[in-house]
């Protein structure tokens, strides 16, 4: 599932959003580092594409070629195996 960083709300796009694509919901632009699978607020120029070019507005559309949608279904399946294990964790 892919959904706007700003409202959390899904995108039902079937395609890749493009430079002017903007959240039906929000308004805010799509094709941005914050929807973006590489973003990575621990990285070098938080992105862990190494050849993407620094992009300083995160929440802005910009240009890059590395661009793909993050999908939140995968992110939140680690985050909750990694709370399970966690919890499992406690009763050992």
Same mark, same amino acid.
């Given at each position: 599932m892919?959904? #706007?960083?700003?409202? %959390? %709300?899904?995108? &039902?796009?079937? $395609? *890749?959003?493009?430079?002017?694509?903007?959240?039906?919901? =929000?308004?805010m632009?799509?094709? =941005? #580092?914050?929807?973006?699978?590489?973003?990575? !607020?621990?990285? $070098?120029?938080e #992105?862990?594409e190494?050849?993407a070019?620094r992009?300083?507005? &995160?929440?802005? /559309? !910009?240009?890059?070629? $590395?661009?793909?949608f %993050?999908?939140?279904?995968?992110?939140?399946?680690? &985050?909750k195996s990694?709370? *399970? %294990? /966690?919890?499992?964790?406690?009763? *050992?």
């Amino acid at each position: 599932m892919r959904v #706007c960083y700003h409202c %959390k %709300k899904e995108w &039902k796009g079937d $395609y *890749k959003p493009g430079r002017r694509d903007i959240c039906d919901h =929000c308004g805010m632009d799509l094709h =941005c #580092c914050l929807n973006c699978q590489f973003h990575d !607020n621990t990285s $070098y120029n938080e #992105c862990r594409e190494p050849q993407a070019e620094r992009v300083l507005e &995160k929440e802005s /559309s !910009n240009f890059c070629d $590395y661009f793909q949608f %993050k999908d939140t279904s995968i992110t939140d399946q680690i &985050k909750k195996s990694d709370n *399970k %294990k /966690s919890f499992d964790d406690l009763f *050992k």
